[in-house]
Nanobody, 128 residues
Framework: QVRVTESGGGLVQTGGSLRLTCAAS????????MGWFRQAPGKEREFVAA????????FYADSVKGRFTISGDNDKSAVYLQMDSLSPEDTALYYC?????????????????????WGQGTQVTVSS
């Protein structure tokens, strides 16, 4: 089992930055990828970014590409999401997730159902 815990959310003004941290513990050696998802009120959970330790590297949703940067520790104990140039549209509950499932293509890791461990989420609110 892998446990993940998010931190770093908060209130920021438009154009500001935040850095989210996801701390992982347990059987982290089995982790193939870790990702960030977000969910705004009344909307479905959507993919933000992910990092793979199985050769796929890092990948992003188009909506955050060029503004957000994901990185992960080599020992799989933590993943970070640096968020710059934030806008009110980024307001959401941000979830960290870990997947111990191996896939050949990053498209699989863009869907929530491919992750088997989830955190409780951290709120990000961007004011206009």
């Amino acid at each position: 089992q892998v446990r993940v815990t998010e931190s770093g959310g908060g209130l920021v003004q438009t154009g500001g930055s935040l850095r989210l941290t996801c701390a992982a513990s347990g059987r982290t050696f089995a982790t193939a990828a870790m990702g960030w998802f977000r969910q705004a009120p009344g909307k479905e959970r959507e993919f933000v970014a992910a990092v793979s330790w199985s050769g796929l590297g890092t990948f992003y949703a188009d909506s955050v590409k060029g503004r957000f940067t994901i990185s992960g520790d080599n020992d799989k104990s933590a993943v970070y999401l640096q968020m710059d140039s934030l806008s009110p549209e980024d307001t959401a509950l941000y979830y960290c997730a870990a997947s111990t499932l191996l896939y050949r293509f990053d498209s699989y890791y863009r869907t929530p159902v491919k992750y088997n461990y989830w955190g409780q989420g951290t709120q990000v609110t961007v004011s206009s």
